[in-house]
Structure formats: C-alpha cells, structure tokens
C-alpha cells in the first residue's frame, strides 16, 4: 500500500517559517521523483519545488531564495522548508511521487499552510 503522509502545515504570521515533512511508504523512495505542489483557494495547482534522487532541485519563480525542498533517502521523506512567508504562500501544499521505473505516481493528502496575522 503506498502512502504519503504530509505534516508540518499550520498556521503562521507573515514573515514565519514552517517545515513540512512527507514520509512514504510502499515504494522505492530513491527510485522517485519527489514534489511538493500547492492550491490556493481560487486558482490552479501549481508546483512549488521538486527534487530527483540525486538531491537537484528546481523550484517555481515566486519561492525561489525562499523555499528549501530536500530528502533524506534512509528515511524515506521529503522537506519543504519555508522561509519569510508571505499571504500569498497560503494554500494546501500536496506531496507527490513519480517513479522513474514505472511512472507510476501518488499524491499525499495535503496539508494546509495558513500565513495570517
């Protein structure tokens, strides 16, 4: 059975920080592409950031010097590490996986990021 399980979201004043954390289960984690997307009420999905398993990332213009996407592979988990957040950052932020062997794909079941004052 493979599972994402996301943590870490909450609620945060302008200019905070959070660490969200997805642990998988149930698939070769080095084996996958791993990414964090996020949904703000209103408007499309997007990606946030993204990382193969050799640790290179990328990540969408509007989070780029503030956002941190990592994986520990014994772990099995992926990070999101969010720096000087902005309203804007609010959303329900998804984890997700794509194996490169089989291009099978999963998604988490998002956890929500409220940046308020």
């Known amino acids: 059975q493979v599972q994402l399980v996301e943590s870490g979201g909450g609620l945060v004043q302008p200019g905070g920080s959070l660490r969200l954390s997805c642990a998988a289960s149930g698939i070769i984690f080095s084996s996958n592409i791993m990414a964090w997307y996020r949904r703000a009420p209103g408007k499309e999905r997007e990606l946030a950031a993204i990382i193969n398993s050799g640790g290179s990332a990328l990540y969408t213009e509007s989070v780029k010097g503030r956002f941190t996407i990592s994986r520990d592979n014994a772990k099995n988990t992926v990070y999101l590490q969010m720096n000087s957040l902005k309203p804007e950052d609010a959303a329900v932020y998804y984890c997700?996986?794509?194996?490169?062997?089989?291009?099978?794909?999963?998604w988490g079941r998002g956890t929500q990021v409220t940046v308020s004052s």
């Open positions: 997700h996986c794509r194996s490169v062997l089989t291009n099978m794909e999963y």
